[in-house]
């Protein structure tokens, strides 16, 4: 049973006057279990006070006459007494006073929440999302990222948080789009934490394979709250990107055909289409099926800047891939993917942030060889806390130093000998190239 939001807000707004006023309080846990929150026993009255003009809260509970589930819970409702000569004052303005403060208190004491789409979204009775408690402890501070970089992502966010007149004046939808690139185990996960713990802003975790269709898209769409952050991780692996522009390519092949083959392959294309109508939709090609009831680029397009990406307020749009490269540019152009944001290898800078969350340390005499391995290797942030990772609190922090230059003095022999195969490899089928050419007697032209 789905409470309405003025019921909540009004349960909100109360609850800061219950523990005061009430003879009789309810008790309930919270999400996580670890707090309580005090609110109005059924059938108590609470007194409050507006502009020096007095009302009466009561709580009320409508019993439920058939024997489900509900029966005991039954329906509760708040109703609201005052004099008949304040009536103005209080439809005016008291309401609007109690809705605007059970906001605020709502927004402070709320639990964010993490949402998964549901498979078989449209039979699920709760609705097209899941979610539970949102409690990541990741923050742009503890992140193994250079000062300057972090910097700026955080201005920018903070800068779309608080610009909500600038987006109203431009005409945009106020939202933005970020784009996370780089290798695995570079923390783009994390910044998606980050983010939501900066801006205290729900994550909504959109898994596009489970998504039936470009409707179905929409229907999640509506369904996200403002204050937002909507992800589509390892975005090149959710959609077949590479067969959108197919129809590109065929008329570029068209064009470059002679016209006696152009007419002919028309004919048999008009064959080919006047079979499809008279076969029964039963006997469809098996890749026709499979191509059809799928989220589109077109779709996903839509869903990021379409008319359909102005249902809701206050939304990021994060975008993460490990191949940048393999993403149709219309879908990561500016305007979409507003901040392209890349996340490369650990740098000494990142190393210094990652050996004080771990053990502790801002200085050391083993830091100067370690920034010097680290300059000339290519190592994760994600590795490099696996090394730095102590088993117990009471551990020497220089073990675990020794243990990452290790590692960095591994990674870079092993990069080094993979080079010198790779050109050893190159070497002979480059002299045997010449040899042929020279047996051959070829010439170059000019």
């Not at 539970?132 to 948080?161: C, G, P, R, W």
């Not at 992800?231 to 006696?260: N, P």
């Amino acid at each position: 049973m789905k409470r309405s939001e003025g019921y909540n807000l009004v349960e909100a707004y109360l609850s800061c006057n219950t523990s005061r006023s009430a003879k009789r309080l309810r008790a309930d846990l919270e999400t996580d279990g670890e707090s309580l929150v005090l609110s109005m026993d059924d059938y108590e009255k609470i007194t409050d006070e507006f502009q020096g003009v007095e009302v009466w809260w009561g709580l009320g509970k409508i019993a439920h006459s058939s024997r489900s589930n509900y029966a005991e819970q039954g329906k509760r409702y708040y109703k609201l007494i005052f004099h008949r000569r304040h009536r103005e004052l209080v439809t005016k303005s008291y309401l609007d006073h109690v809705m605007k403060q059970g906001k605020e208190i709502k927004t402070r004491n709320r639990q964010r929440r993490l949402y998964t789409n549901c498979a078989n979204s449209i039979k699920m009775s709760s609705g097209m999302w899941s979610h539970i408690v949102f409690d990541h402890k990741a923050s742009f501070e503890t992140m193994a990222l250079d000062y300057a970089k972090k910097k700026e992502i955080v201005e920018d966010l903070q800068a779309f948080s608080m610009n909500k007149e600038f987006y109203e004046r431009a005409g945009k939808a106020w939202k933005r789009g970020y784009l996370l690139y780089g290798p695995p185990g570079t923390g783009k996960s994390t910044m998606i934490a980050a983010m939501a713990n900066l801006l205290n802003y729900d994550v909504y975790d959109l898994e596009l394979t489970a998504v039936k269709d470009n409707t179905d898209l929409r229907r999640l769409l509506i369904e996200t709250t403002s204050k937002s952050i909507i992800v589509i991780e390892d975005i090149d692996c959710s959609l077949d990107l590479t067969g959108q522009r197919k129809e590109k390519k065929e008329k570029v092949e068209k064009s470059c055909l002679e016209d006696e083959k152009v007419e002919e392959k028309e004919k048999e294309q008009e064959k080919e289409k006047r079979k499809e109508k008279e076969r029964p939709k039963s006997h469809k090609k098996p890749q026709e099926e499979g191509n059809n009831g799928r989220v589109t680029l077109s779709g996903l397009l839509n869903f990021i800047d379409g008319i359909w990406s102005s249902c809701g307020t206050e939304r990021l749009i994060v975008f993460t891939t490990n191949h940048i490269e393999k993403l149709d540019p219309a879908l990561i152009r500016r305007g979409r993917m507003d901040m392209h944001i890349e996340l490369s290898y650990c740098s000494f800078e990142g190393f210094k942030v990652l050996a004080k969350n771990y053990l502790s340390l801002e200085n050391h005499q083993m830091f100067d060889r370690i920034e010097s391995l680290i300059g000339e290797t290519k190592m994760t942030p994600a590795d490099v806390a696996e090394n730095l990772m102590p088993k117990w609190p009471q551990d020497d922090p220089e073990k675990y130093l020794l243990n990452l230059i290790k590692a960095l003095e591994k990674t870079k022999e092993a990069a080094a000998k993979k080079k010198s195969n790779k050109s050893k490899v190159i070497e002979p089928a480059q002299k045997e190239e010449v040899l042929s050419q020279d047996s051959l007697g070829i010439e170059k032209i000019e």
